[in-house]
């Protein structure tokens, strides 16, 4: 059996006025606010890229080829070029 509140207790009577007016006896679901976290946030997976990307730029400047990455890192010639120039990466987001 569903819990429910009474509106009246805890809606100012403004508030409860309109809300009958669009839905008097109606049981309603109220969401929560949308709160979404930026991507990778929570698993971890931005940071990880992060690194990731950080290590390329390091080894490019270093002398690795980017051929050399693309097969170190199994990403493709336009993913490694746009890491070790600055450009957006493929994950999506620009560092």
Do not use: C
Request: glycine letters at 8%.
């Amino acid at each position: 059996m569903s819990r429910y509140t009474n509106a009246a207790e805890i809606l100012p009577p403004e508030l409860l006025r309109e809300v009958q007016r669009h839905a008097a006896g109606k049981q309603l679901y109220v969401p929560s606010p949308a709160t979404r976290a930026p991507w990778g946030q929570h698993s971890g997976a931005r940071e990880l890229l992060r690194k990731r990307n950080a290590e390329i730029r390091r080894l490019y400047h270093s002398g690795s080829s980017i051929r050399e990455l693309m097969g170190r890192f199994y990403l493709s010639y336009d993913s490694v070029r746009k890491i070790v120039h600055g450009k957006n990466t493929a994950s999506g987001f620009r560092e």
